[in-house]
């Protein structure tokens, strides 16, 4: 099946300092990535819907200059959080939709990175 | 509004049969997922749903009605392994993906 990487899997990082998470279909080209945020015992939130060469969508809530995607390739997405805070500690997932898409273009899910702020 | 229910929680005992309960009020309906996710990880696939009926997968099996705006996740022959939470989602007119809270099932010897 449909293989989504995500990297790094685990970062810690200060206060105020900028993170990046990548997220990368390994065996299939996505025109489209979706961002998620899943807090400890909520459901995953949409962050943002990002298109291939196209600047992403966000969710009602979500900072654009806070939360910067950029999705440069068919095979690679980027979430850099700019100064971090505590409060963006979270789970981040990412998942990518298949570009030949299929019956139901089924969305491909990352493993996810656990971003912790301190 | 997008609006998406299912049970916080539910406990069954391995070997049984366990039904967890999904209803909807989406803007627009373009499918409905299951998927499974353990503690930590990613979620994982299960069903898909677009027309009214029932799809079996193994000892899954996912039922849609969209008139009520309704669908569940049956699952038989519980394992220990099937403790985990599971998710219903909702594909809207804008392609996205809605997700429930999730219904953390535990399954018990």
């Known amino acids: 099946g449909a293989v989504v990487s995500q990297h790094p899997s685990r970062v810690i990082c200060k206060s105020g300092t900028s993170v990046k998470i990548e997220c990368r279909s390994l065996?299939?080209?996505?025109?489209?990535m979706f961002w998620y945020r899943q807090f400890p015992k909520k459901s995953l939130m949409l962050m943002a819907t990002?298109?291939?060469?196209?600047?992403?969508?966000?969710e009602q809530g979500v900072e654009k200059d806070k939360f910067l995607i950029n999705h440069a390739s068919l095979t690679l997405s980027t979430l850099t959080v700019t100064s971090a805070h505590p409060e963006d500690s979270s789970f981040y997932i990412c998942s990518a939709r298949d570009k030949s898409g299929g019956a139901h273009y089924e969305q491909y899910f990352g493993p996810g990175t656990r971003l912790t702020v301190t | 509004g997008q609006n998406i229910d299912q049970p916080t929680e539910m406990t069954a005992t391995e070997g049984a049969i366990v039904q967890i309960n999904c209803t909807y009020q989406?803007?627009?309906?373009?499918?409905l997922f299951w998927y499974q996710q353990h503690a930590g990880e990613a979620p994982t696939f299960l069903s898909y749903?677009?027309?009214?009926g029932l799809e079996e997968k193994g000892r899954f099996s996912s039922f849609l009605s969209r008139s009520k705006g309704y669908s569940y996740l049956l699952l038989k022959e519980l394992q220990m392994k099937d403790s985990a939470s599971y998710l219903c989602a909702v594909r809207g007119s804008q392609g996205n993906l809605i997700f429930g809270k999730g219904t953390k099932l535990s399954v018990k010897p």
């Open positions: 065996d299939f080209q996505a025109t489209t």
């Open positions: 989406t803007s627009g309906f373009n499918g």
């Open positions: 749903n677009v027309l009214d």
């Open positions: 990002s298109n291939e060469g196209s600047k992403a969508t966000y």
